[in-house]
Every structure is written in structure tokens, then in C-alpha cells.
């Protein structure tokens, strides 16, 4: 058990919050117990304090709540290389959930606007998991011995090719450019009220917003979109 003020967080760190997931990891850790430890090694030359590997945020709202002492899990003076590929590994996950067994796991625990505030899922997240949740196979009235396999006599129609609306951009920016960049466009989702589509699209409409704005030769703001179908929407920084 350590004060998470003598926790250092490293230089490499690449995972960054948006200020909406580090409202619900707050709320997370307000309303459960602080369950993982965060994963530290030793600094050279340095008594009491050390550097984190894993967890980083987890610690910065610790100290911010005023919690006197988390669970760290100390893995020693290791090397720099290791310490990177471990904190790669503790940022990564292995598994993929059974949707529809999510799906009734989190229906389970109770609706929407209650687990929203405090789990890493968007509305759109869970709009889709309970809808998920609420398929029942037994009133869609199947027939004993339905086989859906098409007749391989009867050659399958082409399916028409679906509409490309949007493009997704990947780009490179410093961390901490990315940190305020990401501040920025959440801020002007919510100012502006871009948040009818999913985060990806809804990014990618206020970052177009900017971008007319700064422009001296943009036409004047107006309570209309300034934007059509051809969208370009910006893919979340990593």
C-alpha cells in the first residue's frame, strides 16, 4: 500500500483520457473499491518513490480524491525495455466478449443511464448491447428443420455496394498536443451539439467545425451544418 503522490508516472505513456472517460473513471472509482493494484518499478537513486507502468490514471484520480494509500504491485529496478512491454501489456486486452452474453450480462445490472456514468461504453455502446439483449429467437417463429443455407442451384443475387459517406484519417501528433487536440474537440461536441452520431463521426464533425472556423475564408457561422454527407471523420488518437 503506497501514497499514490510518491508514484511517478513514466515518459512513454501513450494512453490518454478524453475529459468524458476520465469523469466515468472517476465515477468508477467512487463507486467501487480500488479492485486492480497499479504496477510499479523502483527509481534508481530514489527512496519512496516510484514509477508507474501500468495504471497511471488510476493514481492521478487517487491523489486528486485524496485517498491515502492504493495497492501497488512493485515489480522491482527492472530495465526500461521491460517496463515498456509491460506497460504495453497492462494497456492491452487479450480477450473479445460473447456479444450476446455481454449483452445480458450488463441488461442484468441495471439500465442505460445508470451505467453510463461510471463504465467505459458510450450511449451508442449501449444502445446496441441492449437492443442486443431483447432478441428472442422463440417468437421469431422458426420452423423445426429451417435450414438458411441457400440452394447452391440457385446462385445468390449481388449485393449492391454500400454508400462510402465518410473517410477515416489516421494522423501523428506529440502527446501532449493530442491531449489538448482531444480537449478541444470534446469541448466543441458539446458547445455546438455534435453528438447525434457515433464519437467517431461526432469527432469528426467538430474537428471540421474547427477547421472552417480558424479559416479566414470560411463563410460566416450560421446555426446550419456547414457539411454534407462527405464527411471526413477524424479516428480517436491513440
Known amino acids: 500500500m503506497v501514497d499514490p503522490r510518491l508514484l511517478d508516472p513514466n515518459p512513454w505513456n501513450t494512453n490518454i483520457l478524453t475529459p468524458e472517460n476520465e469523469a466515468k473513471l472517476e465515477a468508477s472509482m467512487k463507486r467501487l473499491?480500488?479492485?486492480?493494484?497499479?504496477?510499479?518499478?523502483?527509481?534508481?537513486?530514489?527512496l519512496h518513490r516510484y514509477q508507474i507502468l501500468g495504471g497511471a490514471h488510476r493514481a492521478?484520480?487517487?491523489a486528486k480524491l485524496g485517498i491515502p494509500e492504493i495497492p501497488v504491485m512493485n515489480l522491482g529496478p527492472i530495465d526500461d525495455l521491460q517496463a515498456k512491454e509491460i506497460g504495453i501489456a497492462d494497456n492491452a486486452r487479450y480477450g473479445v466478449d460473447d456479444a450476446l452474453a455481454f449483452a445480458e450480462l450488463i441488461k442484468d445490472m441495471g439500465n442505460a443511464?445508470?451505467?453510463?456514468?461510471?463504465?467505459?461504453?458510450?450511449?451508442?455502446?449501449f444502445?446496441?448491447?441492449?437492443?442486443?439483449?431483447?432478441?428472442?429467437?422463440?417468437?421469431?417463429?422458426?420452423?423445426?428443420?429451417?435450414d438458411d443455407t441457400p440452394d447452391p442451384a440457385e446462385p445468390e443475387a449481388p449485393q449492391p455496394k454500400p454508400v462510402k459517406?465518410?473517410?477515416?484519417?489516421?494522423?501523428?501528433?506529440?502527446?501532449?498536443?493530442?491531449?489538448?487536440?482531444?480537449?478541444?474537440?470534446?469541448?466543441?461536441?458539446?458547445?455546438?451539439?455534435?453528438?447525434?452520431?457515433?464519437?467517431?463521426?461526432?469527432?469528426?464533425?467538430?474537428?471540421?467545425?474547427?477547421?472552417?472556423q480558424s479559416s479566414a475564408s470560411a463563410p460566416a457561422p450560421s446555426s446550419e451544418p456547414l457539411w454534407d454527407d462527405d464527411d471526413i471523420a477524424l479516428e480517436d488518437l491513440e
Open 113 to 125: 443511464d445508470e451505467l453510463k456514468d461510471f463504465l467505459p461504453y458510450t450511449e451508442t455502446d
Open 33 to 46: 473499491p480500488f479492485f486492480r493494484p497499479v504496477i510499479v518499478r523502483e527509481i534508481a537513486n530514489s
Open 127 to 146: 444502445a446496441d448491447l441492449f437492443s442486443n439483449s431483447t432478441i428472442d429467437l422463440d417468437a421469431l417463429d422458426i420452423p423445426d428443420g429451417f
Open 60 to 62: 492521478e484520480i487517487a
Open 165 to 212: 459517406t465518410h473517410t477515416v484519417i489516421r494522423f501523428k501528433v506529440s502527446n501532449r498536443d493530442a491531449e489538448e487536440i482531444t480537449k478541444l474537440i470534446e469541448a466543441t461536441k458539446k458547445t455546438h451539439g455534435y453528438t447525434a452520431a457515433d464519437d467517431l463521426t461526432n469527432a469528426g464533425d467538430a474537428l471540421v467545425h474547427l477547421l472552417f
